[in-house]
């Protein structure tokens, strides 16, 4: 005999898929779920049959470093491989060549964590993903920029403040190449959201660490697990708090 009072498995099923998945405007208001231990285990269950996947990003992403680091080597003269000729090296090689591969580093990291968030929203994504967000090179940097002289002088004042900024903008840079959003409504958007339940994304952060730290025992073979769990549960943690891409 039916019960006519039980919704139907397919909208319960519709319902709760509905509720793991943010939004901006939710996002903001501080109206989603997050769990330290969920977001673990979550970026745990979808890591199987992806490790190839983050891996291959991985390894592109240092590829491309190194092929930046070179060039911009020989581009301003700074011995980029070579530790002690790089301590003396002139400082205008040094300023220009930071800033060559700052330019280029931050829309391959960009790329990196638009990898573990279309993983956690389970869409279709590949390695090639750390080169796809080079369109939004100027905000992503201008984004970039602001941050870390924000947080730079928060740990200047007393050093709270510069924490408690580097975790409210945790999630900044990819609302710019996800939700292309300008740099300062993404920095603001991530730390509205994130100060909504900030010490629960301080507990993430710090396991996030701890992952890498114990993944990098044992002669690095556990960084072969532990680096696809945490971009991965970085992207639970995005997908939580900002859910889908602008329209979805």
């Not at 996002?27 to 891996?55: M, P």
């Not at 004042?157 to 840079?173: E, N, Q």
């Not at 909504?196 to 044992?218: D, E, H, M, P, T």
């Amino acid at each position: 005999m039916s019960d006519i009072y039980k919704a139907p498995e397919s909208q319960l099923a519709e319902n709760s898929e509905a509720g793991d998945f943010g939004s901006l405007e939710k996002g903001i208001a501080g109206d989603y779920s997050f769990s330290i231990g969920e977001a673990i285990n979550e970026g745990w269950q979808l890591s199987k049959g992806k490790k190839r996947t983050v891996w291959f990003a991985i390894i592109l992403y240092i590829i491309a470093i190194a092929a930046t680091s070179f060039v911009a080597g020989l581009l301003t003269g700074y011995p980029a491989f070579d530790l002690t000729g790089a301590a003396r090296a002139s400082l205008s090689s040094t300023i220009i060549y930071n800033l060559i591969t700052g330019i280029v580093g931050v829309p391959l990291a960009v790329g990196m964590m638009m990898v573990g968030i279309k993983i956690a929203r389970k869409e279709e994504t590949s390695g090639t993903e750390v080169f796809a967000h080079f369109d939004k090179i100027v905000p992503l940097c201008v984004t970039y920029i602001i941050m870390s002289i924000l947080v730079g002088i928060g740990f200047l004042l007393l050093v709270i403040p510069g924490i408690y900024l580097v975790i409210a903008y945790m999630l900044a840079l990819p609302l710019v190449a996800d939700r292309n959003l300008g740099p300062w409504k993404a920095l603001e958007a991530s730390r509205k959201a994130i100060t909504n339940n900030w010490f629960a994304f301080l507990g993430f952060f710090i396991v996030l660490i701890l992952i890498y730290l114990v993944g990098g025992l044992a002669l690095l073979i556990g960084l072969i697990w532990a680096l696809p769990l945490a971009s991965i549960a970085y992207g639970v943690a995005y997908r939580k708090v900002f859910g889908g891409p602008q329209g979805s």
